[in-house]
């Protein structure tokens, strides 16, 4: 244990375990609170998934007869909930920063509701769009602040990991919207004896998991990292006793708060150095945006962030999640054969394949399953691209092209689901300092949603129009991102949120240096040898530190 504070306080994450499936079982509580808080995620596969089968529903064509024959409207039905999203995921920075994240958690969950109600209740088209635009806002919202207070929440051994849970809940919501409409579309029969229950069930349904969320927000600790923005010092490290589950003598606890304090005090002595002028929090607010896009190694920040949200949408996801039975339709496949293999199968490879990002992703290392993902990626988009060109006039008579091209499909799907289907959920969420986390996470999550509210409207006119092409557009965005990663995209793994700055180059001018030094000084923390941290009073006692 001597080395591991000696490591803590050289600036070097503080280790409370292995990383992998090992240690995710030694942190149950941990693991709990982050499978229970990623249930927002769920509710975004759900609402993702669910829609796809009730647009093809015969009540619900004969309840909006214009949205089932209109391929424009139902275009923008998908859409809509992007866009309620974006704004969702951009304007939930400073409420989380303002309420908290647990709160806003919360906040979020009621939006759901409403939109949910509305949906399922709608009588006309209006409603079914302002319903969804509302779910949005709220999916938006908890897309931004639950991997953001999972990575705060995490140690640093395990932070890939849990924060991947996110990924996995939304996975699982897709696959579980699909297997309810399947189920219920039978509700009254499926022709014109269907009856209105099946449609409006798997549309109030997702009302459940959001009320046990709702319901479970009031046993969720605080963030300890957001405690300590608003100076509560002492539920922070009770809070943190609370989720490592060691004893109230074990030094590391006291250790790891220092470090979250030193760099709570770094980001307000600097802000109150920059933005003098700024005495209203939404002044301050205002600023940090700002020192987002003017602050080079903030800039640089935000731009991984938000380029690998935009990646994400571009290499072609969710043109296949929403747009798979047309796809598996244009490669020959016919009748109830098209939902099971397009939907379902589709569903289930993304679920099972996030299972292992979630046990490996702090042994493998960020930027090793980017590339190794892209790579996958690329290899499908060629292959599905091209025999895609050669056979797309002769299917029925090549059979065989057609179930290749659909194992490539799925191939791509799993490369997806355990890289950058992850991956895009944590970078943002651990690469930023305190003071401009949440804004920082809001501006990256909102570009996935603009991205994939652009990927959505132009994916149906490529099918139509360039057709295999469609494909190889996605594949350039694949090689980019190996390259894109392997040259520009440092490796986080392993590192804590506290120490980011020495990956990005910030706190290398002389002035942060001098103010960081100060800091680190006043807190004592930063000493090399063990002798001088048994010397300081870092409330640490020194057979407390010989015995651990």
């Known amino acids: 244990m001597v080395s591991t504070i000696a490591n803590a306080a050289d600036g070097m994450a503080i280790s409370y375990g292995e990383t992998g499936a090992k240690g995710l079982f030694q942190q149950p509580y941990i693991l709990f609170l982050s499978i229970f808080a990623s249930l927002g995620g769920m509710l975004f596969g759900y609402d993702q998934g669910v829609i796809s089968g009730v647009l ?48 806003s958690i919360l906040l979020a969950n009621i939006v759901f509701l409403v939109g949910s109600i509305i949906q399922a209740a709608a009588q006309n088209i209006v409603m079914i769009f302002i319903g969804r635009f509302i779910a949005g806002l709220a999916i938006g919202g908890l897309s931004m602040v639950i991997p953001l207070y999972i990575s705060e929440m995490a140690p640093s051994n395990l932070r890939g990991s849990l924060v991947s849970l996110q990924q996995l809940s939304i996975t699982f919501g897709i696959a579980v919207a699909f297997w309810i409409d399947y189920g219920t579309q039978n509700i009254g029969g499926t022709g014109d004896s269907q009856s209105p229950i099946a449609w409006r069930l798997p549309l109030a349904l997702q009302c459940a998991p959001s009320l046990i969320l709702s319901v479970g927000t009031f046993f969720l600790p605080y963030s300890p990292r957001w405690l300590l923005l608003k100076d509560r010092e002492e539920e922070a490290e009770a809070t943190l006793l609370q989720i490592r589950r060691v004893p109230e003598t074990d030094p590391r606890v ?21 933005y003098p002028t700024a005495t209203t929090s939404w002044q301050i607010t205002l600023e940090r945006y700002k020192s987002l896009l003017t602050i080079r190694h903030l800039n640089r920040r935000l731009v991984i962030a938000c380029l690998l949200q935009f990646i994400q949408q571009f290499t072609g996801i969710n043109a296949i999640i929403y747009y798979a039975p047309q796809i598996f339709q244009s490669i020959g496949m016919t009748g109830e054969s098209v939902d099971l293999l397009a939907t379902g199968v589709v569903g289930i490879i993304d679920f099972v394949f996030t299972i292992p990002a979630i046990l490996f992703m702090d042994g493998w290392g960020r930027k090793k399953v980017l590339i190794i993902g892209g790579i996958g990626m690329t290899i499908s988009q060629l292959i599905v691209g091209t025999i895609y060109a050669v056979y797309k006039d002769s299917w029925a008579t090549h059979p065989a092209a057609g179930w290749a091209c659909a194992a490539f499909v799925w191939i791509y799907i799993a490369n997806f689901a355990y890289s950058i289907g992850c991956v895009n959920w944590i970078i943002p969420s651990e690469i930023f300092p305190p003071g401009v986390r949440s804004q920082a996470v809001g501006l990256a999550i909102g570009t996935n949603w603009l991205s994939n509210f652009i990927v959505a409207l132009i994916c149906p006119r490529m099918l139509n129009s360039i057709k295999f092409g469609t494909f190889y557009f996605f594949l350039a965005f694949c090689i980019f991102l190996i390259v894109w990663v392997y040259f520009f995209v440092p490796e986080t793994r392993g590192v804590s949120i506290e120490e980011m700055d020495k990956l990005f180059g910030g706190n290398q001018g002389e002035a942060d240096a001098m103010r960081m030094a100060n800091i680190r000084q006043r807190l004592g923390i930063g000493y090399n040898d063990f002798d001088e941290l048994k010397a300081k009073d870092c409330d640490i006692g020194v057979s407390q530190i010989e015995n651990a």
Do not use: C, H, Y
């Not at 709570?264 to 802000?271: A, P, S």
């Open 254 to 274: 006291r250790l790891e708060i220092l470090e979250i304090k030193a760099a709570v005090l770094f980001d307000r002595e600097t802000t109150a150095v920059l």
């Open 56 to 103: 093809v529903m015969n009540n619900f064509g004969k309840q909006f007869p214009m949205l089932a024959s209109n391929s424009t409207l139902q275009g923008w039905m998908v859409a809509v909930l992007t866009l309620g999203a974006m704004v969702g995921a951009f304007v939930n920075g400073p409420i989380a920063d303002r309420i908290s994240r647990r709160w």
